[in-house]
């Protein structure tokens, strides 16, 4: 069974940065391509960050591109969103998704996380 699992969310003033992880199991982690996909209140899901399965090509949406980078460690099956100067458009749930589908984007047929929830306000 695919098991994503979130965390490092939180509550950061504007400006600030955070870090989330993902904890992936059930699967062949490092044989795929992953993403982060988040939804803010009352919107639909945007997608935001992915990397390919060994890591050494990374792809962002304009809305994150330069603030935001994305990370995995294949031996820890573990994903990772370095966020920073975050601001208040940034606050939603953000989630980790498997990328089987091209180019990046967001597909019915992907895996999703529970999501965590990241909250920028001052």
């Known amino acids: 069974e695919v098991q994503l699992v979130e965390s490092g969310g939180g509550w950061v003033q504007p400006g600030g940065s955070l870090t989330l992880s993902c904890a992936a199991s059930?699967?062949?982690?490092?044989?795929?391509?992953m993403s982060w996909v988040r939804q803010a209140p009352g919107q639909g899901p945007e997608w935001i960050s992915g990397?390919?399965?060994?890591?050494?090509?990374?792809a962002y949406a304009d809305s994150v591109k330069g603030r935001f980078t994305i990370s995995r460690d294949n031996n820890k099956n573990t994903l990772h969103l370095q966020m920073g100067s975050l601001n208040s458009d940034d606050t939603a749930v953000y989630y980790c998704?498997?990328?089987?589908?091209?180019?990046?984007?967001?597909?019915?047929?992907?895996?999703w996380g529970h999501g965590t929830q990241v909250t920028v306000s001052s």
């Open positions: 998704t498997t990328q089987f589908g091209t180019p990046w984007g967001i597909y019915e047929y992907d895996f």
């Open positions: 059930g699967f062949a982690f490092g044989s795929y391509d």
């Open positions: 990397i390919n399965s060994r890591g050494d090509s990374t």
